[in-house]
């Protein structure tokens, strides 16, 4: 089992940054896949970003490349997202993700925060 704890959202002007983190329980967060997702208001949950397990594999949506990092700490057990250049659009829950095996770009995890609010102000 695998208990995930978002942090870091906020209100934040359009062009600025925010770094979300991602707090994971457990002795085995080393062999797990992290992802980023974010859910809008009326809309569906999407694929923000992943990294694998040894952080030397990312993946991330066409809508965010070049403006978010995702990185992890393992002696930590810590997931983060390194947000720049943050746009309206951007607005939305977000939420950290949990895997076994590879990373992936679908809801197809196995353990899920409860979410951090990010709000991007034009």
């Known amino acids: 089992q695998v208990q995930l704890v978002e942090s870091g959202g906020g209100l934040v002007q359009a062009g600025g940054s925010l770094r979300l983190s991602c707090a994971a329980s457990?002795?085995?967060?080393?062999?797990?896949?992290m992802g980023w997702f974010r859910q809008a208001p009326g809309k569906e949950r999407e694929f923000v970003a992943a990294?694998?397990?040894?952080?030397?594999?990312?993946n991330y949506a066409d809508s965010v490349k070049g403006r978010f990092t995702i990185s992890r700490d393992n002696a930590k057990n810590t997931v983060y997202l390194q947000m720049n250049s943050l746009k309206p659009e951007d607005t939305a829950v977000y939420y950290c993700a949990a895997r076994r095996g590879g990373l992936a770009d679908s809801p197809t995890y196995d353990y899920w925060g409860q979410g951090t609010q990010v709000t991007v102000s034009s």
């Open positions: 457990g002795r085995t967060f080393s062999t797990y896949s």
């Open positions: 990294i694998g397990w040894s952080g030397g594999t990312t």
